[in-house]
């Protein structure tokens, strides 16, 4: 099966930036075989494809990669705003989830991936738990993601043993499922959740299997100190000495980072999930972004969960990411609009270890997504990535492809039921006991 | 003509914060006259009314007020993105603003007004030239403004002059007209653009004509160092000794101001618009809002224009200014949900000095919008004050009431064509010579 697309303005987001004005993508089963400019293309011929699709100007670029996030927590959207992290986390979060069930995930997973599908998101990152009922969302949607049972180690050995077993029979049963969607990591949830032996436990499994780590660390700076108080160094040196950084690793937030950290994190080519929406609304500062640009560290974009965003759109992580630096650093200059667009694009593949989406290249798989342009707030239609940034929001994209495969069409998701979703995700929330 | 909506959630935005789950709201003529919920109403006829619509669930909130704008800049949206102020103003947007004329100025504005009608804006602040046209634009598509030829003194004195009278004459002539839709203001563009003496001739033509004022003040920390190296103060302290703020004044930005300022503005009762995207994208720094609100300033949203914002979604501005202040202060209880909702209705209209929109109570003109929160990004659908400002965009916007006239119906103008808009916005930006 071989199909053209054509007449779409194509943003590569590769490494040359390059964009196209007439552009073409050949798609050839699951992957990009040509792309390019009609006007300076030779040769083509319809003969040789199975199907063409006029994109009819319409904007196509690379499905967003959302690389920190718990999707069931969707379920408890708006459920606690405006409160101190801890008493929100402590007194709100927890109690409310630990009456969460594989139905309730199942329930709020799929109201989260309805929303990133239809926003443009082609591939996410989850960090919870039950975690098979999240990969049979994620089979069945038709979305990539890249999943692992987050765990806590507040809690007796047995218990810390047999939630590290699960963690690891869960990642070795999917990785590489779906055709190949699902990828897994191993995650500690966090060095304030999981005491230093049980870290090291985590990651020698994740050494063993090959597998990557995902944590949260440096969120807040009460969060740092705490771990000064407790092991006698901040969290990046505290999670090298446990020898995290010895494996591909992907810390999220990464709020309160001073210079020395991250002269560590550039050494270990740590990647960083920079969650804008959710650093801002929980009052946990603002990260070091530009700083770690600079040194060339890998940044992409995470929206975290909508119970700390409230929302799972991308576009508004890329654009929040391209405004706040600028303006707490009153420099104009910081992340312009085409790093904030990498950031959510190649960067993100590049943070949870992928290496075949993230840009619109030929060899790539075809995870992408098309905008329609012909609307007041994307006018004049001149600068499509500046639009794409500073103007669009996930409900401008109309269709959404990966591996080739259309899953959104006009806005529609293809595999998911959205009404029923909508009506399930009430139901769960209305069965738990509020606090 | 006595129309009775029905079955709708009704944010009322008045000082109680009530709002009612079972809503019904009564609109005679252009008013509000009964508004409440169904489940304790008593004494209801459907006899009584010609009309009863079913709000089928919708989400209804007063309608925003954008207090700061320049509408027809959106010709410029994306032309000059990421770049310092001072080379952004000078190099990029008076070069491309000194070839505007009145068709390029309608063709702006009608693009801009087009954004913001289906993004739930009813009234809009703009201070720009070529005002008649402006106000033309308005008249025909419904919706509401203060409108101000904003004047730059840097120029001769005759044309000093000429400007005053042309601002006083277009304040006059529109003040009231559009059925009471346009009233309007007298604006010195800033500080750092009209000397002393004219920005005095300007408020005597105020005062006057018993006008209100509008003016840009400390939106970057450099020219609050000009105006100090100039005449020897801050700009607040300038203003005042100028007799502006003995005159209703709103002042746009406001982002480098300090406690003895802030004393000044309350003391004076100066209403503040803040422009978060705007102030963070040209790297102009982060208002201290927080502050105001907890001196009971005033403070209302702007988008600014579209070359600086790079939209006029006033959901986003008030999604911005719940979230920077937690971030930039790292409290997650500065500026709740509420606030941002009342910074974007209630004190918007306050701000701008109407007293007939920006709550829905009886008694009011009946400006509003409704919202369908069918939608995944907007559930579990128990926290609509919360949804509205975390997560919903202007794209969830179906319908647009001004003065109880339908202006917006499902998504689309009734009373302006898009389709065309877009034409003749792209059109005048090509006959432009880039620079």
New interface residues.
Partial sequence: MKTRFENGVIITGNKQNAWFKQGYMVIEDNKIVEIGDAEIEVGSSNAQYDQIIDLKGRWVMPGWVNTHGHAAM??L???A?????KE?LEQKMWPMEGQFNADTVRAGTA?AV??ML??GTTCFLDMYDHMSTVAKVVEESGIRAVLARGVIGLCPEEEQIRKLQEATQFALEWDHQANGRITTMMSPHAPYTCPPHYIQNIIEQAAKHQLPVHIHMSET?REVQQNVDDYGKRPVAHLRDLGVFELPTLVAHAVHVNEEEMDILQQYDVKVAHNP?S????????APVPSYLKRGITVSLGTDS?AS?????MFQEAR?A???H?????????V??EEALRMGTKWGAESVFLSQVGALEVGMEADFITINP????L?????PI??II??A?G??VEDVYVQGKQIVKNKECLFLD?ER??YE??QA??KLNQV
């Fill in positions: 969707s379920l959207r708006g459920y705003d405006d409160l101190p992290l929100w109201l309805v929303e239809k926003t700076a929406t650093n801002l609304k929980l009052g946990s500062g603002i909508a965003n409230n929302k799972l759109d929040l391209a405004l706040i600028k303006g707490a650093g009153e420099d104009p200059l910081a312009p609009a012909n609307q007041a707030h006018q004049p239609a001149h600068q500046s639009h500073y103007s929001t409900q401008d959205e979703i909508i995700a009430n929330f209305q």
